[in-house]
């Protein structure tokens, strides 16, 4: 070997341990820098669930401070990036109301192969109330190191806690971990117990207490925050005596010409019990048309396929709490028959949203009124109007003002909307 290449390999030689002890010096920077950021948020209450719980916060972590909604799952997010946008570190508390059960190893071993990674020690820990399942799971050309448990809830409802970390103290992720873990508290939700409860009877007594046979639909005006009649809506819902385990049908027509114009039709079928059901939503707007399927069978299941600009395919496990909302109606009889003034629910909606939704009763100063109740979820707040024969009047939707949705005849909105009067006076075979 000439002395050139002699040169030439220490040369190389030298650039290359140059390299690891550059890559040493960023390892240890993050690792002391990491060990003196386990510091905790304050505990951060989840409305409405019973839980709170805390993440890691300054020190190069950076979280912000409330939880986060995404697809039936509510986030909490911690990242560690203190040089950089570039994360490091992360820790995520999800709380999920659709997910699927499964055993505790078959949610680890999806989790491995999400990250290609292999799972290299599995344990259960005690957060106030609840066991955690936990796992450690590892991908060494990545240097990544996660820590990942989950734990059921009451009514369906579930949490999942992951932090993950490139490039570090290997011990650290486990450590940062069982301090989440220790800040969790929980108590049961009594709200979605009583919710469950309400549900449950629904299904028990079948609906032919809340069908309306063959009289006319319900028909509402819409009335936007100036008082302009802005579009109406019309329902029904029977007992079609074909036979068939579906054999309660229900149809929906929504039409508004406000700033946000455009119609939307739904269909309902389901079984008497409800262990069944399919709900379709066609929609028709500026944007162009749309349409969804929810069909949700006796497994537990329920599948969402969306149309539109693409197919979308999606599939939920509701909780004992959860009704479709072409329902909404019963739930609210069914407070007045068990006294209960205050529930949460779930509601599914055409577009098979699954909605977490708190109902309370509100008391009357005419008790010849009829019912009040007001509704609290994700998508505003209303109020809502019912008659003496528990038949819905009124409500009052808060978006953006407020708008009122009347009840009225099917002559006055024909009056209101000529370019729909062959459809209302028609609705009967229409819907």
């Not at 990491?34 to 409305?47: M, Y």
């Not at 997910?99 to 999400?114: L, Q, V």
């Not at 079609?240 to 929504?254: C, D, I, M, S, Y």
């Not at 019912?371 to 609290?376: G, M, N, R």
Request: aromatic share 8%.
């Amino acid at each position: 070997m000439d002395d050139n290449s002699k040169i030439d390999r220490w040369g190389g030689d030298k650039i290359g341990l140059l390299g690891l002890l550059v890559l040493s010096l960023i390892a240890a920077r993050l690792t002391v820098a990491f060990k003196s950021s386990i510091a905790l948020s304050e505990p951060i209450p989840l409305p409405h669930t019973g839980l709170s719980m805390s993440v890691p916060n300054g020190n190069g972590w950076r979280t912000e401070s409330q939880w986060m909604y995404d697809d039936h799952t509510f986030i909490l997010r911690s990242v560690f990036a203190p040089r950089s946008d570039r994360a490091t570190a992360w820790a995520n508390c999800q709380y999920c109301w659709a997910a699927k059960a499964a055993p505790p190893e078959d949610r680890f071993a999806w989790k491995a192969s999400e990250i290609d990674g292999e799972i290299v020690e599995t344990g259960q820990i005690q957060a106030d109330t609840l066991t955690i399942d936990w796992a450690h799971i590892e991908r060494p050309d990545f240097l990544l190191t996660t820590f990942w448990g989950t734990t059921k809830l009451p009514n369906g409802r579930q949490l999942d806690i992951e932090v993950h970390q490139i490039l570090s103290d290997p011990e650290l992720p486990g450590r940062i971990f069982n301090r989440i873990v220790e800040s969790i508290s929980f108590k049961t939700d009594a709200l979605l117990d009583a919710g469950a409860e309400v549900v449950a009877a629904i299904k028990s007594e079948g609906l032919n207490g809340h069908l309306t046979g063959l009289s006319e639909p319900t028909l509402f005006l819409i009335r936007d925050p100036s008082g302009q009649s802005i579009g109406f809506t019309m329902e029904t819902l029977m007992d079609a005596g074909t036979g068939e385990r579906l054999n309660v049908r229900g149809a929906g027509f929504l039409y508004n010409r406000g700033r946000n114009a455009g119609e939307q039709e739904r269909t309902f079928r389901c079984s008497n019990h409800l262990d069944a059901f399919a709900y379709t939503s066609r929609l028709y707007s500026r944007d162009g048309r749309s349409g969804t399927q929810v069909v949700f069978d006796e497994t537990g299941g329920m599948t969402v396929t969306s149309t539109g600009s693409q197919l979308d395919v999606k599939k939920y496990y509701p909780g004992p709490a959860a009704l479709p909302d072409f329902l909404f109606d019963a739930i609210l009889r069914q407070m007045l028959d068990s006294d209960k003034s205050r529930i949460a629910v779930d509601l599914i909606d055409a577009g098979g949203q699954i909605i977490p939704t708190t109902i309370s009763r509100i008391e009357q100063v005419n008790p010849r009124a009829g019912y009040a109740f007001k509704l609290e979820s994700l998508v505003g707040s209303q109020k809502i109007y019912l008659d003496e024969q528990r038949q819905i009047s009124r409500r009052l939707i808060q978006h953006e003002g407020l708008y009122v949705l009347a009840r009225t005849s099917a002559q006055n909105i024909a009056r209101e909307f000529p370019e729909h009067a062959k459809r209302i006076l028609r609705s009967n075979r229409v819907l």
